[in-house]
């Protein structure tokens, strides 16, 4: 069907528009300006790339620590609660990492209801103990651990699921014991994929402003805000972000080479029985306890701060918090049409004409999803910027009312963003969706006599409805949840929820930002609940019985 | 049925054992032995408890109540359970389940850990030639064919010389001309290893080829545990009968000690079958005992036909309402609605 070129020539234009912001900024990698990089290099650049690595190494242990421990458990031992485990450690998904990080501070801050307490309970005063401080790089590690585990308990737990339960009983029959079979065997099979949701997390990290901004931590991030708002300069901070992208590329290629790795390390059967570990008494306590830990802290406990902030001390909401709402939930919604009736254009080329080019051109598009918001924002603002000064000097040759930033002031670069960053997850709901479509059910379609367009509405519309609306839900759901390209973008005087939270955390009002961060919480439970019934539904046998 | 077996040149013992998962009974009250260098082989449709069985020999599954015992070593019984890794049992898996991230030769080794290195190497060597695939040493599992990966997993499981081999419906996942293939060689593989074996299968054809005695499980418990020519010919039972091969029960009349009468004639049997005169009993005819034989004065009339190649298969209509099996020579091809005449080969009875 639609077997015209035109379809072909459309998606790599749409293609080369979404990978314009990266080509920028990977432009400034190459044509560095000596100069600029000296003072970069002399003045912040070391603590930048230190406090990054550090953010790094720290976030990367804490994940697998909390990740693989709790993605094991659930899938290899059977120990009381192991079902209703397995689908709330993906809980603090749910939960934006600056949220959390503002919500802790809260917590835990001098003026806050634990130290309040200890200072009560004890009549100790300030200065007279020690407590410790949540504002600095190991409370950020911990926050982000806190959000981004699920990322590598996800992974893992889906590569244990797959592995043979007779991998175990091989060793065992050859001689290993049963828990000297599990180190040298499910550990090693299940490492491409621990390591490839290791990388996502670690980009996650990369990609991160809200936490390390209000945690005072000075990174890459942190660094292109500074350099663009403080210092007023595009090409610093486009500079910056080049580095930063440096880091992201060999993040993605880690990641990509550990998936290919995954495939080979996956059993070429799945298992056929689900025999657990059965485990009792101290072990099961130990087992509870290691899953309880992220699932409190990670959700328990900032949801429910959050839930008592909003209801019991915030302002009451008013007109100002329903405009806010509108603004989000109709960008959120534009943002996420747009994004998949792109994936879906994209798709359809690949499948009438996959060629070369077709290929390269959605793998380029589907690259976004590794790019932390700021460089994206940078590497749009900056061809836009140019785009609004010529037409403005076309518009003052044409002796016309100058027409403002009519691209990179309005709600055009935001809606750019977005489909940049969020292309990559539309692409591949979109895609696996249409794989179930076989070219055959086409032949079979035409062969029943049906044209193209009775073969789209009778077979393709019906078939891929679920994985669109998927599409949509999640684009929407992270638009809502996006915040550092938002607060570079958004129009003057223009404020989504996320911003207005973040904002009034800023100011230290968390209380009066917790209304609209529960909201962003819950409607990020959606996504996260859909994940799990999908996972479900791919192994219905191991649910059914266990 | 209940059987015991003394201790006396028998290697595997299986003694009573009955297996429950909770409340649920999966084995019970099973008892059969294999001797040094003889395969067995558990034979029984899907859910008879044969893979529970397997399982529990090898160490995964505790027992209810009976004893396991190998080379007069006690295995298990019902407060007692020596780990799988403590048995020197090896165990062929369905699911193949070769180590994904480790090359051929190193799975192979796997259960070599404890062996010095050049020993270990030349170990593998020499399986990998058992199995012809020698020069695989370096390869992964996902390049290999599913008949290969099946010969590795092998290959695995008696590298350590293991005193009795498991093999859990192993052939089960392959395509049928590959199994023709692979059954008489691993069969002739642990024979050349002296490896005792037992095997699990639904499918008599490779029970039939790689054991020295089936035991025919149904519902938890041996229906029979015999040489497959006894299992075929002399079925205990009317399960095994009808479970084993084809074929068609007829009511009869017994008539003297070794005769009865049918609706095709007068049988008898070249022993005596044990039946009092006068009882109504059944007697249970294969297709082989059914020859086709044009002016037989017995006739019947084709309702179905399979062509064989070497033979044609019928179905005949006989005596109004009696349905049978018929061989017939590949030449003679005869169209559905005639009437053919058949003739009975029966040396002995069998009556249930």
Known sequence: MFKSHGLSIFAVVIAAFISLPVIIIASYLVKADGALWQHLFDTVLNEYLVNSLLLLLGVGAGVLLLGVPTAWLTSMCSFPGRRWFSWALLLPLAVPAYIIAYTYAGLLDFAGPVQTWIREFTGLSYGDYWFFEIRSLGGAITMLSLVLYPYVYLMARAAFLEQSVSSIEVGCSLGYSRWRAIWSLALPMARPAIIAGLSLALMETLADYGTVQYYGVSTFTTGIFRTFYGFGDAAAAAQLAASLLAFVILLVLLERYSRRQARYHSAAESRARADLIPLVGSKAIMAVAICLVPLILGFIIPATQLLLWALFEAEPLGWDFVVLAWNSFSLAFLAAIITVLLAIILSYAKRTKPIKPINTAITMAGFGYALPGTIIAIGILIPLAWADHKLMALFEYMSWDSPGLLLSGSLVALLFAYTVRFLAVALGSVQSGLEKIKPSLDHAGGSMGHNPLAILRKIHVPLMRGSILTAVLIVFVDVLKELPATLILRPFNFNTMAVRAYELASDERLVDAAPASIMIVIVGLIPVLMLHASITRRRPHLHEKF | ?352
Not at chain 2, 55 to 80: C, E, H
Not at chain 2, 178 to 187: D, M
Not at chain 2, 323 to 341: P, Q, R
Request: overall charge negative; hydrophobic content about 40%.
């Open chain 2, 1 to 352: 049925m209940t059987m015991s077996f003394d201790n006396s040149d028998h290697h595997l013992l299986v003694n009573k054992v009955s297996i429950a998962y909770g409340q649920h009974t999966i084995v019970q009250d099973v008892s059969l032995a294999v001797a040094v260098g003889e395969i067995g082989c558990l034979l029984g449709p899907s859910g008879c408890g044969k893979s529970t069985l397997l399982r529990a020999i090898a160490g995964f599954v505790p027992l209810k109540s009976g004893t396991i015992s190998l080379a007069n070593k006690i295995l298990a019984n019902d407060n007692f359970c020596l780990p799988a890794e403590n048995r020197n049992v090896g165990m062929v898996f369905q699911d193949v389940a070769l180590f994904p991230h480790i090359d051929i030769a190193a799975n192979v080794a796997f259960g070599l850990h404890h062996w010095p290195k050049p020993q270990q190497m030349q170990r593998v060597e020499e399986l990998l030639d058992l199995v012809g695939l020698n020069g695989y040493q370096d390869r992964y599992p996902h390049a290999l064919s599913g008949g290969q990966q099946q010969r590795i997993a092998l290959a695995r499981a008696i590298a350590p010389k293991p005193s009795l081999l498991l093999l859990d419906e192993p052939f089960s996942g392959l395509d049928a001309m590959l199994r023709e293939e692979l059954v008489p060689e691993v069969s002739a593989i642990l024979r050349h290893e002296k490896i005792p074996g037992l095997l699990v299968t639904h499918d008599q054809t490779e029970a039939f080829t790689m054991a020295d005695h089936v035991a025919v499980m149904n519902q938890g418990r041996i229906e029979q545990w015999d040489t497959a020519y006894n299992i075929y010919h002399k079925p205990d039972g009317r399960f095994v009968a009808d479970f084993i091969g084809e074929g068609d029960f007829l009511a009869c009349n017994v008539s003297s000690t070794t005769c009865v009468e049918s609706p095709i004639g007068h049988l008898c049997s070249d022993r005596i079958h044990g039946f009092a005169v006068g009882d109504k009993a059944e007697v249970f005819i294969r297709p082989d005992d059914v020859l086709h034989l044009d002016g037989s004065p017995i006739t019947g009339r084709i309702i179905s036909k399979r062509f064989r190649g070497t033979h044609f298969l019928y179905r005949v209509l006989i005596a109004g309402n009696q349905t049978l099996y018929c061989f017939a020579d590949s030449h003679h091809n005869h169209e559905i609605g005639e009437e053919i005449g058949i003739k009975l080969s029966l040396d002995h009875l069998m009556l249930f």
